[in-house]
C-alpha cells in the first residue's frame, strides 16, 4: 500500500476528498428529510446512476432529496 501512495500520491486524497463529500450529501438528505430519511433508498439514489462527478451527484442527490419530499 506505501508503494502505491508513492507512486500515486493524490489517490489517498481523492478517496478521502470522496468520503467528505458523500458525508455532506448524506447529512443534507437526513436533516432535510427528518423522519423521511431511508437509507435503503439514499444508497439506491446514490448508486443508480453509477460513477459521476461530484457535481452531478450533488444534482442528482437534491432532485432525489426533493423527490422524497413529495412522496405521500
Keep these: 500500500e506505501l508503494q502505491r501512495y508513492i507512486g500515486w500520491p ?9 468520503e467528505i463529500r458523500l458525508r455532506a450529501v448524506r447529512t443534507r438528505a437526513e436533516t432535510e428529510l427528518g423522519d423521511r430519511f431511508d437509507v435503503r433508498r439514499f444508497h439506491d439514489a446514490l448508486l443508480v446512476d453509477g460513477p459521476l462527478p461530484m457535481a452531478l451527484l450533488d444534482e ?3 432532485r432525489w432529496i426533493a423527490e422524497e419530499k413529495g412522496r405521500p
Design 60 to 62: 442528482r442527490m437534491d
Design 10 to 18: 493524490g489517490q489517498a486524497t481523492a478517496y478521502k476528498v470522496g
